[in-house]
């Protein structure tokens, strides 16, 4: 065996060549990877022993995809072009044995292959559109060649993987191997030797693609079908024309134009917010005083107190991924119908042939339901979601101390109660966090890890780590009222109802939010939570909210009694504005002496989300976030931000924080308004010309 470069060897068997890389975790296209494979090629061209070459991977999977550490560095020869033209142009058949994960430039350097065998277990896709861009080394001239047209866009623009076999069917792989992958992978090589077959270069082929030519339906019907996926962002529509290329234009010419398409997302601010983003959600799962190795307990039963809206829908995860639930309900009534919702939701999932009847039993059988407390005394994990009521939740958690185990992690639900002193309410504080799910529970992928005052750091690392295992996207948080999330919305909140008052209609307001990306605004969105729940707070809390509060006074409580901000007809959840909300508005500005006016949607939006920002600035000075990035991966998951415009304090800085601040101290000025006033943090930050993601 030849080492060749750091990461990649030649060796020979019989009269096959195999170029092995080695560059663990995922084999990524590092420029050490792309030297050896150029070397090992020539190489093995040149040896007069070898009849063909297998390229092949140690560890765990095949190219796994560009090498992310060298993102937004100058490239460095040679360039993977270069590398591919070696292989393509190799005078020796060479066959790629893929297992694992061949993505993003790993298919594209498997497709420069002339063969490509593979095990059932593979995985493979061109996952650029999940960054912003397209495929930019061939994927999106080589792939429609190889699979066709309509599973080459579908595989491009939504960018999940296809196994082994489908690649198989569809002629992405020429064979799939049982047995031991090189050794099948050779036996294929020397089979392609023996039947003296001519090279199979991609570039060439063209039936697929021919198939497709002079059809532009085949694109225009495509890109109907994408539309609502696809809204606002990029990338999409630039997959999409270099498809269209490959189908109408000369190889040469349709790589150029996936080159010009690449650069152009590349340079997109789209595409600059989705690859910050992947890197700020990797991060989050970073917390500074809890390091990797802080022990984190595995969760082999997990126990929920409430079957409510949230207590079912936490349960489904624990189901989901096999592990054992109890719920605890207080009385049988509400138990059997919070179960009866669990299944239900199960169900429907299963009649869009998403489930089948076997796993809903199965995840039926995994979620136990009882009335009798003691129940939760095995389980690892206890996570309460009662009523939003401290009395009621100090005294689970005082029953709680009482009946789980020593080590067991106890964790509140709770939307907008004190976690310290909840955990004040057991003997065992350190076992204490907080789990703020988001509504449904079982849908939505963000989940507020709260630190408790007392909070232990296994406590920590353990409700970070189940996180994850339900597949939720953790992010750590600390206690104030409505944690990052809610408190920011909060802010939004408050200037939404202003707007009324000042002149704004409940369907402008929410247009000027979907126009921006997200997908509700926040009238919409309080119908469909109903209006009830936000009042009962306020009133707890001795806030009010002019308008709101009019409309819940007069039974509009929203979706649920048929009208809110909006009237909803006939079973129908499509908001329709409604003149009577319009008269009950402009009623609540008289009362409160506001003059009305026409406002414009910049107006709107700066008032929304301006004052988020700022909040997010406060919350970062009290700590009660990590970093800056954190804010940005509760607000796309948690809230449908558009990741296309990366998060709040991303956005904030793309936009300038000098920007921000003046019109915030504007606002100050002209309302004499407080709340206008830039949180120090802001000041500091644009004073000095930074934002908040600069290091
Ligand atoms: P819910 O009223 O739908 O459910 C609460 C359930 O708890 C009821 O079924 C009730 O019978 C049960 N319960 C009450 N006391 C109990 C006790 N002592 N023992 C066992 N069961 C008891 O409320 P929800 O919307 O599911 O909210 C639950 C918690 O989750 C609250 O703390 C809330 O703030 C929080 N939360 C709610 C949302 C949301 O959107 N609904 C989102 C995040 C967090």
């Known amino acids: 065996?030849?080492?060749?470069?750091?990461?990649?060897?030649?060796?020979?068997?019989?009269?096959?060549?195999?170029?092995?890389?080695?560059?663990?975790?995922?084999?990524?296209?590092?420029?050490?990877?792309?030297?050896?494979?150029?070397?090992?090629?020539?190489?093995?061209?040149?040896?007069?022993?070898?009849?063909?070459?297998?390229?092949?991977?140690?560890?765990?999977?095949?190219?796994?995809?560009?090498?992310?550490?060298?993102?937004?560095?100058?490239?460095?020869?040679?360039?993977?072009?270069?590398?591919?033209?070696?292989?393509?142009?190799?005078?020796?058949?060479?066959?790629?044995?893929?297992?694992?994960?061949?993505?993003?430039?790993?298919?594209?350097?498997?497709?420069?292959?002339?063969?490509?065998?593979?095990?059932?277990?593979?995985?493979?896709?061109?996952?650029?559109?999940?960054?912003?861009?397209?495929?930019?080394?061939?994927?999106?001239?080589?792939?429609?060649?190889?699979?066709?047209?309509?599973?080459?866009?579908?595989?491009?623009?939504?960018?999940?993987?296809?196994?082994?076999?489908?690649?198989?069917?569809?002629?992405?792989?020429?064979?799939?191997?049982?047995?031991?992958l090189t050794a099948g992978a050779i036996a294929f090589a020397e089979r392609v030797v023996t039947e003296k077959r001519p090279l199979r270069k991609v570039r060439d082929l063209d039936d697929k693609v021919g198939a497709a030519r002079g059809k532009p339906e085949i694109f225009s019907e495509f890109r109907k079908s994408v539309a609502r996926q696809t809204r606002g962002f990029k990338a999409p529509e630039a997959c999409i024309r270099a498809v269209e290329a490959a189908v109408s234009l000369p190889f040469e010419q349709g790589l150029a134009r996936e080159r010009e398409l690449f650069l152009e997302t590349l340079s997109s601010p789209e595409s600059k917010a989705q690859r910050y983003f992947f890197f700020a959600e990797r991060e989050a799962a970073k917390i500074p005083d809890v390091p990797a190795e802080t022990p984190a307990a595995e969760i082999r039963?997990?126990?929920?107190?409430?079957?409510?809206?949230?207590?079912?829908?936490?349960?489904?995860?624990?189901?989901?991924v096999g592990i054992p639930v109890t719920v605890v309900e207080i009385a049988k009534d509400a138990l059997d119908r919070g179960l009866g919702?669990?299944?239900?939701?199960?169900?429907?999932?299963?009649?869009?042939?998403?489930?089948?009847?076997?796993?809903v039993e199965k995840r039926m059988g995994l979620i136990q339901g009882t009335t009798d407390f003691n129940a939760v005394a095995d389980?690892?994990?206890?996570?309460?979601?009662?009523?939003?009521?401290?009395?009621?939740?100090?005294?689970?958690?005082?029953?709680?101390?009482?009946?789980?185990?020593?080590?067991?992690?106890?964790?509140?639900?709770?939307?907008?109660?004190?976690?310290n002193e909840i955990a004040s309410?057991?003997?065992?504080?350190?076992?204490v966090v907080g789990m703020h799910f988001f509504s449904p529970a079982n849908v939505m992928r963000l989940l507020e890890v709260v630190r408790g005052e007392k909070s232990a750091k296994?406590?920590?690392?353990?409700?970070?780590?189940?996180?994850?295992?339900?597949?939720?996207?953790p992010v750590l948080v600390g206690v104030c009222h409505g944690f990052v999330g809610n408190r920011m919305l909060h802010q939004r909140a408050k200037q939404a109802e202003r707007l009324l008052l000042e002149g704004a209609s409940p369907q402008q307001v929410d247009k000027v939010l979907t126009d921006f990306g997200l997908p509700m605004g926040p009238f919409a969105m309080g119908d469909l939570a109903g209006l009830d729940v936000g009042w009962r707070i306020r009133k707890g809390r001795g806030e009010r909210a002019a308008v709101a509060d009019r409309l819940c006074e007069k039974g509009r409580f929203g979706q649920k009694t048929g009208s809110g901000f909006y009237k909803y007809e006939g079973g129908d959840r499509?908001?329709?504005?409604?003149?009577?909300?319009?008269?009950?508005?402009?009623?609540?500005?008289?009362?409160?002496?506001?003059?009305?006016?026409?406002?414009?949607?910049?107006?709107?939006r700066e008032r929304l989300l301006y004052p988020m920002v700022n909040e997010g600035a406060k919350i970062l000075e009290e700590g009660r976030a990590i970093r800056a990035s954190d804010i940005d991966v509760i607000w796309v998951y948690g809230y449908g931000w558009p990741i296309y415009r990366g998060g709040p304090m991303f956005w904030a800085d793309q936009i300038g924080l000098k920007t921000i601040r003046d019109r915030l101290l504007g606002l100050q000025k002209q309302t004499g308004d407080d709340f206008w006033r830039p949180a120090p943090l802001l000041n500091k930050l644009a004073d000095q010309g930074r934002g908040f993601l600069d290091k």
């Open 301 to 320: 039963k997990a126990a929920v107190i409430g079957a409510g809206t949230m207590g079912g829908g936490i349960a489904m995860n624990f189901a989901n």
């Open 458 to 473: 296994p406590a920590i690392a353990t409700a970070m780590a189940i996180g994850r295992k339900i597949n939720k996207v």
């Open 425 to 431: 309410a057991t003997r065992r504080p350190e076992s």
């Open 1 to 180: 065996m030849t080492q060749i470069s750091q990461s990649v060897s030649l060796d020979r068997q019989g009269r096959v060549a195999v170029v092995t890389v080695n560059n663990p975790p995922v084999n990524a296209l590092s420029h050490h990877v792309r030297q050896g494979l150029r070397d090992a090629i020539a190489q093995a061209a040149g040896d007069s022993g070898a009849a063909a070459i297998v390229i092949a991977c140690a560890g765990r999977t095949f190219i796994a995809g560009a090498d992310i550490t060298e993102f937004g560095k100058p490239p460095q020869e040679p360039t993977l072009s270069q590398v591919q033209d070696v292989i393509e142009r190799s005078p020796k058949p060479v066959v790629a044995a893929i297992h694992g994960t061949a993505l993003g430039g790993g298919l594209e350097v498997a497709m420069t292959c002339h063969w490509r065998v593979g095990v059932k277990t593979a995985r493979l896709g061109q996952p650029e559109v999940k960054l912003g861009l397209i495929p930019g080394a061939g994927g999106t001239q080589r792939l429609p060649r190889l699979v066709g047209v309509d599973r080459a866009l579908s595989m491009i623009v939504g960018g999940d993987p296809i196994g082994g076999e489908e690649a198989k069917r569809l002629g992405l792989v020429d064979e799939i191997i049982d047995g031991d």
């Open 341 to 359: 919702v669990v299944r239900k939701n199960y169900e429907a999932t299963a009649a869009k042939g998403r489930l089948t009847k076997d796993d």
């Open 574 to 604: 499509t908001p329709r504005p409604d003149p009577e909300v319009e008269r009950i508005i402009q009623e609540v500005s008289r009362e409160a002496g506001v003059q009305r006016r026409q406002i414009t949607d910049e107006e709107i």
């Open 379 to 419: 389980a690892d994990l206890v996570i309460e979601a009662v009523f939003e009521e401290m009395a009621i939740k100090k005294d689970v958690f005082a029953r709680l101390d009482k009946v789980a185990k020593a080590n067991a992690v106890l964790a509140t639900n709770t939307s907008t109660l004190d976690v």
